[in-house]
């Protein structure tokens, strides 16, 4: 029974930050007719025959940006960051124009280097670009011109994390868990800034 209360009060929880930390935004909103489109009937027609849009942005590609599955996409001032932890395992910077900026860190070992990027976030600020390496147990803060600016370490496993308000949350479908023990195997955790974790739950039994 005590499972099952402590399951409300954090999803509670959950749904009051994300209403809090939403509403701002969503007052300025505009919010349109949702479209609903068929993919097996779409699957076959250009993009121009089942969407009507005022304009698109063609992200500049090369042998060295190349962007297999886009992840995250973000917009920070001028800029558009495109993330993709699939194919290139990558973040890349372009301007609204499309044309290629800069790559935000690369895969290795040294300072300002992920293993294994698995989120692209923005900072409670806005102002810095946030990796998130699954592997390292790290989080990578990036300025706008993508200099490495500092890294912190975790104590728990995430793979995607975002800010609201004083709290980080973090999401993980095999286990947010601390210090590597499989008896803390909760998929979500929240934390205040200093990494400490507030509340977990969403149990998984995978092992880890």
Do not use: W
């Amino acid at each position: 029974m005590k499972k099952n209360v402590d399951f409300i009060l954090t999803f509670i929880l959950i749904i009051n930050l994300i209403s809090c930390s939403d509403k701002s935004v969503s007052d300025n909103i505009e919010v349109k007719d949702i479209v609903c489109i068929d993919i097996n009937k779409a699957k076959e027609k250009n993009i121009e025959e089942v969407l009507e849009y005022d304009s698109y942005i063609h992200l500049e590609t090369s042998d060295d940006v190349c962007i297999g599955i886009i992840t995250n996409l973000l917009f920070l001032d001028d800029f558009i960051i495109v993330a993709d932890k699939i194919i290139s395992k990558s973040a890349f910077i372009f301007d609204l124009n499309g044309q290629f900026r800069t790559q935000i860190g690369r895969v290795g070992q040294g300072p300002g280097e992920y293993s294994d990027l698995t989120h692209v976030t923005l900072s409670k600020d806005g102002n810095e670009i946030v990796i998130v390496d699954a592997m390292k147990n790290e989080l990578l803060f990036y300025d706008k011109n993508a200099k490495h600016i500092r890294s912190e370490k975790l104590t728990y496993r995430g793979e995607n994390m975002e800010y609201m308000e004083e709290y980080l949350v973090y999401a993980n479908t095999s286990g947010v868990y601390e210090g590597y023990k499989s008896n803390i195997q909760n998929t979500l955790v929240v934390s205040n800034s200093n990494n400490q974790i507030k509340y977990s739950n969403f149990p998984t039994n995978i092992d880890t």
